[in-house]
Every structure is written in C-alpha cells, then in structure tokens.
C-alpha cells in the first residue's frame, strides 16, 4: 500500500510526536514542517476561536503542499476565569510558548480559589486539508481540575497542572499511554483517524 504524506502545521515537536503516535498503524507518512524543509514557515495565530487559528494554520501551508495538512490549535478553558486563557493559552504569560510564565499567571488568578471550584476543560480542534483542498474540521474536549501546583515531568503546557476527571494525577504525572487515550487532543484525533481511514478508503 502507497503511503500517503500527512505535514503538520505546528513547529512543537512534542506535538508532532504526540499525533505521530496516535495515528500509528495508519498508511500515512505524519512529518512536521521541518521535516519537508518549511520549519521557518510561520502563520500568525489571530483569530478569535480555535477552529479560526487551525483553519488558518493549514491553509497557510496547504497553498504550498500537494500533501494533506493538519493544523491544530488548543487552548485550557477555566470556568472561574471565564474561560480564560483560552484562544491566549500558548502566551497568556505574556511570551509565545514560556510554559513556565503561563503555569506562573494561571495560578497567580486562581490564588485562594477552592480545589472544588478550578474546573477545566482542554480542547483541540484540528482542521484537515486533504489533497483536494477540502477542509474537515474535528473537535475533542477533556474536563479536568487545575491543580496548586506543577507536578510532574510528562507532556508540555499547562499539563502539570491539570488533572483530568476520574484520576488523582496531573498530566505532567501520568504515563503518556494513559494521556493519549483521553486527552483533548487524542479524542480529536480517534475522530481524525475515522475521516482519514474513509478517504483511503476512497
């Protein structure tokens, strides 16, 4: 069976191994854009929404690519902030990707807030280009509870902090097995596998 090219509209490495991972078993070659030599590539992430910032992201290199695209954009979701930080989570310390400055932030505003009331939800949302130029957008959510403090080594991000509901442990603790089954990003990604088996298949 003739492998077909999946780039991914991301320059996180972490990211690229995550999805890697997640799509295994399937006849698609997953490369990051510097794999295929347009690392330096860079799509400001304006928008107002998630789906905006993933559209815009595989659009901006699906207009080079005669290959399938996948951006994603995802964001942790604070009930007691209004949702903040939101569509602002990779630079809410103020610095594009400073995890240490954005975790800082998030429990500066959560400061004296009750564990019963730090409830979270993590979402992704991954637009697909395919090679015809057809959009298809997946969503996926994991609800959780934000933590006082960092714990833990694994994943990136605010994954320290957060404990997903029915376990006792951030993500930055639990083993990534675990983690790619029930993150925001997996759940997106088992519908993303369905809509990708289906264009194979025709």
Do not use: W
């Not at 320059?11 to 510097?34: A, D, M, Y």
């Amino acid at each position: 069976m003739k492998y077909r090219k999946l780039v991914l509209s991301t320059g996180n490495e972490h990211k690229v191994e995550e999805i890697r991972k997640i799509l295994e078993g399937l006849p698609i070659e997953v490369l990051s854009k510097k794999d295929i030599g347009l690392g330096n590539i860079d799509i400001v992430e304006d928008g107002n929404t998630l789906e905006e910032n993933s559209i815009k992201k595989a659009k901006g290199l699906a207009e080079k690519l005669d290959y399938m695209v996948l951006a994603d954009d995802s964001g942790l979701f604070v009930d007691i902030l209004n949702g903040e930080p939101g569509v602002y989570s990779s630079r809410y310390g103020g610095e594009e990707g400073n995890d240490k400055k954005n975790i800082e932030k998030l429990l500066q505003k959560l400061k004296d807030i009750p564990m019963e009331e730090r409830k979270a939800k993590f979402m992704a949302v991954m637009a697909l280009i395919t090679e015809d130029k057809e959009i298809i957008i997946v969503k996926g959510e994991c609800k959780g509870t934000i933590g006082f403090e960092p714990k833990g080594r694994n994943g990136f991000g605010y994954d320290p902090l957060f404990i997903p509901d029915g376990y006792t442990k951030t993500f930055g603790e639990l083993d990534e097995n675990i983690k790619n089954k029930i993150s925001h990003r997996a759940k997106a990604l088992e519908k993303l596998r369905e809509k990708i088996l289906q264009l194979l298949e025709d």
